[in-house]
């Protein structure tokens, strides 16, 4: 069986090159380093809509959410930041800017903190200290001080790792917490399981990352590293995975092999080929934690079916969407306590509270309204099995730009509902990736969703300078159109560009062009609510006016440009053009063709009743009633023409207007 393994934790594959893998065999995985089974798996399997099949989906079946789906959606997230203390990580060269270790450390945990409380507040955070001379901890541990608790990040803990910044000799560190070498690592993993065990909030994934620039702890005693790698491994057998952010110490280099690779179960060739480098400086450092600080979850679980019984499962899971500010929450105004909407529907005769039993659905078709039960509308909703369906393969190149309709997700397999799921997607993948073709398939997400046609373009893996996953491998799931969708335009005739033109076009073009890339550009809009909103709970001054980089840099173009975009001004535009007063400029008002066919004056609209009773003409109230136009009018002078003749004003609009037809005898 040509395959390659799959990562049940990280979801990603160990090697690009197919292999052959007979029976069961062990991998290591390029982004959490911990070996793997292919016949293991322990992702709960569930469906973020809910569902009534193995596969989840049917959002609307009466089944809702199963239990599976309750444990992974309802769990937090947890993550426990542990902190070398001992001296080399507070040791600093003449010439370091970003300052010692330990700085980088609390910098780093400062920057999850406030990450987690814009990105997903409800995960758990905790920060230990280890190899302090002082001790904090419900174990009573040595050398093991428990800075901050697994709970909710908050705008104190924020500030309490900003006031350890502000030590700039860390004298007040050593006098608070002190240091010290004597400390056990099993101790310190031990007391990590501890916290998770005792925390009282429903925990559902669980991770440490430990940051360290020591890479052979208690290297003279044997007894303590033996002890330091059983409980690794007892921690991983318990479903909670430790992860080791290295940095390089000062004056020397970061050397894996000497104790942690055995903690993490790297082999040699894996630790060579894909573990990445030491951090040195605080953005790789961050761009390492922010990668492992969360739990990748899938947007839904369903088949791949390739033909007959041969079907494996895949996650699907959400590259890109676009970031929205957090919804407002709305409070009793004299309570301050949250108020949640409730939804009632009334029947409009009785005003007695109905019940989804007591409702139907209606569609008025040729003037007839037809009536669909509940179960009615569910059956016509259904057009088979939630999954995906391989249809065949189609050359890359005919995919084109005007085929993407919505913003592509991507797949992963997951051997934890049908093992051998990632040995088949892998060599699927790789003969697709060989061959340069994409596959076509129909996808049906849930039960009651419409079905809609798909390509899975391949894509490999990749690794940055630092040996650090920049891209992954797996399939992207790109939405096709129906032909329903596709829009027929008749274009306009244009002039065409004569050669002159071009040329300059192209000059321009190449003065122009740039490495554009979305992660550099920040959205102004975010940026300045959560300053405020960041402000507003750290207690300081309103922020400083947020730089739009989405602006252009209007002397830079000039300055790179040069005379190009005059000359290409005059060869385009007439000699007596002026662009800025054609910017001001008002386009000419369209005038409406006459009844004749001619280009004479606009014919006149007729003035609508609301309009000309609120210019003061009179209207026949009676010939909007019987017409049924009455609606058209306004409560002002609905309530006029009651005043006027004596009846009640109170009510709703629906009524006033039942009062004047009851008036005219309608």
Request: charged share 30%; net charge negative.
């Amino acid at each position: 069986l040509v395959s390659a393994g799959l990562c049940e934790k990280s979801s990603s594959f160990p090697f690009c090159d197919l292999f052959v893998v007979l029976r069961t065999q062990t991998f290591s995985c390029s982004q959490c380093r911990m070996a793997s089974t292919l016949d293991t798996g322990s992702w709960l399997y569930g469906d973020i809509d809910g569902g009534g099949d193995d596969f989840g989906g049917g959002g609307d079946d009466e089944g809702g959410i199963d239990d599976a789906t309750e444990r992974r959606f309802d769990n937090k997230d947890s993550v426990i930041l542990l902190i070398d203390c001992t001296l080399p990580m507070f040791q600093r060269s003449d010439d370091d800017e970003e300052g010692c270790c330990f700085e980088l450390c609390i910098k780093c945990a400062k920057s999850v903190l406030m990450n987690k409380i814009i990105s997903s507040d409800r995960d758990l955070i905790g920060v230990v200290l280890f190899g302090t001379g002082k001790h904090k901890n419900s174990s009573d541990f040595k050398n093991i001080y428990v800075l901050q608790d697994l709970d909710q990040p908050d705008a104190e803990r924020i500030l309490q790792l900003e006031s350890m910044l502000e030590d700039d000799d860390y004298k007040g560190f050593k006098k608070d917490f002190g240091h010290s070498d004597a400390y056990s690592l099993s101790d310190v993993l031990w007391c990590c399981s501890i916290m998770f065990s005792n925390s009282p909030q429903k925990i559902g994934h669980k991770r440490v990352l430990l940051f360290t620039n020591t890479d052979n702890p208690h290297a003279t005693d044997r007894t303590k590293q033996r002890q330091a790698k059983k409980k690794a491994e007892d921690m991983f057998n318990l479903g909670i995975e430790v992860e080791v952010m290295h940095m390089n110490p000062r004056g020397g280099t970061f050397d894996f092999t000497l104790f942690y690779q055995d903690v993490l179960m790297v082999s040699d060739e894996e630790l060579l080929a894909q573990y990445p480098d030491p951090a040195e400086k605080f953005d790789e450092l961050l761009t390492r934690v922010r990668g492992k600080d969360h739990k990748r979850r899938a947007l839904m679980r369903i088949p791949l079916r390739l033909g007959g019984d041969v079907e494996l499962a895949v996650g699907m899971y959400t590259l890109v969407r676009s970031q929205a500010k957090a919804s407002h929450i709305w409070l009793n105004s004299r309570t301050n306590e949250e108020v949640r909407p409730h939804t009632k529907y009334l029947c409009e005769d009785t005003g007695t509270a109905l019940m989804p039993t007591d409702m139907k659905c209606m569609q008025e078709v040729g003037g007839e309204k037809v009536v669909f039960d509940g179960d009615e509308v569910k059956s016509m909703k259904v057009f088979g099995k939630p999954g995906l369906q391989l249809l065949g393969f189609k050359p890359k190149s005919r995919l084109k730009m005007h085929h993407f309709i919505k913003p592509a997700n991507f797949i992963y397999p997951d051997d934890g509902v049908i093992k051998g799921s990632g040995q088949l997607f892998t060599a699927l993948l790789q003969g697709m990736l060989r061959r340069e073709v994409v596959a076509i398939c129909r996808l049906q997400s849930r039960v009651s969703s419409p079905p809609v046609f798909v390509a899975l373009v391949p894509q490999a893996e990749q690794l940055d300078d630092r040996n650090v996953q920049s891209v992954p491998s797996g399939f992207h799931v790109i939405y096709l159109p129906f032909a329903d969708d596709l829009r027929k335009l008749k274009y306009e005739n244009t002039p065409k560009a004569s050669q002159d033109q071009v040329d300059k076009a192209k000059e321009v073009i190449k003065k122009l062009s740039f490495k554009f890339q979305s992660e550099n550009f920040e959205n102004p809009v975010l940026q300045k609510h959560f300053k405020v909103l960041e402000a507003l709970a750290l207690e300081r001054d309103a922020p400083a006016d947020i730089e739009d980089l989405t602006e252009p840099d209007l002397d830079h173009i000039d300055r790179r440009s040069g005379r190009i975009l005059e000359q290409f001004r005059e060869l385009v535009y007439p000699p007596d053009y002026d662009p800025e007063l054609a910017a001001k400029a008002k386009p000419a008002a369209k005038r409406k063709i006459g009844g004749d066919g001619g280009g004479g004056p606009a014919a006149k609209r007729a003035k609508p009743a609301a309009a000309a009773a609120d210019a003061g003409e009179d209207i026949n109230m009676k010939e909007y009633a019987e017409k049924g136009t009455i609606v058209k009018l306004t409560l002002p002078v609905l309530k006029d023409f009651l005043r006027q003749v004596g009846l009640p004003l109170t009510g709703k609009k629906v009524e006033l207007i039942d009062r004047i037809k009851d008036h005219f005898g309608l």
